[in-house]
C-alpha cells in the first residue's frame, strides 16, 4: 500500500523568508509522480509543482522548488520569499500507475506580515 | 481554459435524504474520481472511473453509488444521509501520460451540508 506522510500539521513564516515543508512516503514502484496541492480557504485545490520519479533532477517552479530524495522517499517543498497570499494548507500527495491519488493530511502553513 | 465543474456548490439536505452530486471532467481527460473532505481533514478517495468504467474504489460508504455516463460527466449518489456526511466533495479529473496520471485537476467542491 502507498502511504504519504506529512510530519509538520502546522508552519509559520515571516513574509519574504523561506520555508521548506516535508514529505515522506512509501511505495515498492520504481516510477510514480509525486505532487504538492495548496488549498487556500478558498478550499479550491491547486497544484503547485510536480515531480517525476525517473527524474533526477528537482522540480521548480517560480518562487517553489522540491527535494528530491528517491531513495530516502523524501519529498520537501522550499518555498522562498514567501508571500501572503502562500497561507494555505499544503497537501503532498503521491500517484503510480493506479487510478487514484494518495494524499497526505497537510501542512497549514501561515505567512506573518 | 476549460476546468472541472462540479454542480451544485453548495446543497443542504436533512437525514435520510438522497443527494447527487455532478462532475463535468476537462474535455478529453480518461479519468475521473471522487474525493471526500471534512472539516479539518486531507481528501479521502472515494471512487474512479476510467474511461467510463469503474476503476478503483476507496472508502465510499454502501449509501454511495457512482457512475460516470456516455460524455464522460459523473455523477456521485448518496443516500440515506447522515450527518457524517457533511463534508466537501471534490471531483477530479486526469489526462494520462504513457499510463500515468500526470496531475489532477480538481473542481471546486460541491459542499454538503446534511441536518
Known amino acids: 500500500a502507498q502511504t504519504v506522510t506529512q510530519s509538520q500539521p502546522e508552519m509559520s513564516v515571516q513574509e519574504a523568508e523561506t520555508v521548506t515543508l516535508s514529505c515522506t512516503y512509501d511505495t515498492s514502484e520504481s516510477n510514480y509522480y509525486l505532487f504538492w496541492y495548496k488549498q487556500p480557504p478558498s478550499r479550491q485545490m491547486i497544484l503547485v509543482i510536480r515531480?517525476?520519479?525517473?527524474?533526477?533532477q528537482n522540480a521548480t517552479e517560480n518562487r517553489f522548488s522540491v527535494n528530491f530524495q528517491k531513495a530516502a522517499k523524501s519529498f520537501s517543498l522550499k518555498i522562498s520569499d514567501s508571500q501572503l497570499g502562500d497561507t494555505a494548507m499544503y497537501f503532498c500527495?503521491?500517484?503510480?500507475?493506479?487510478?487514484?491519488?494518495?494524499f497526505g493530511t497537510g501542512t497549514s502553513l501561515t505567512v506573518i506580515p | 481554459a476549460a476546468g472541472v465543474i462540479q454542480s451544485p456548490r453548495h446543497l443542504i439536505k436533512e437525514k435520510r435524504e438522497t443527494a447527487t452530486l455532478k462532475c463535468y471532467p476537462i474535455p478529453r481527460h480518461d479519468t475521473v474520481y471522487w474525493y471526500q473532505q471534512g472539516p479539518g481533514q486531507d481528501p479521502q478517495f472515494l471512487i474512479s472511473f476510467y474511461e467510463k468504467m469503474q476503476s478503483d474504489k476507496g472508502s465510499i460508504p454502501d449509501r454511495f453509488s457512482a457512475q460516470q455516463f456516455s460524455d464522460y460527466h459523473s455523477e456521485l449518489n448518496m443516500s440515506s444521509l447522515e450527518l457524517g456526511d457533511s463534508a466537501l466533495y471534490f471531483c477530479?479529473?486526469?489526462?494520462?501520460?504513457?499510463?500515468?496520471?500526470?496531475?489532477?485537476?480538481f473542481g471546486q467542491g460541491t459542499r454538503l451540508t446534511v441536518v
Open positions: 500527495a503521491f500517484h503510480n500507475t493506479g487510478n487514484q491519488f494518495y
Open positions: 515531480q517525476e520519479a525517473y527524474k533526477q
Open positions: 477530479a479529473s486526469s489526462p494520462r501520460d504513457r499510463g500515468f496520471l500526470t496531475e489532477a485537476f
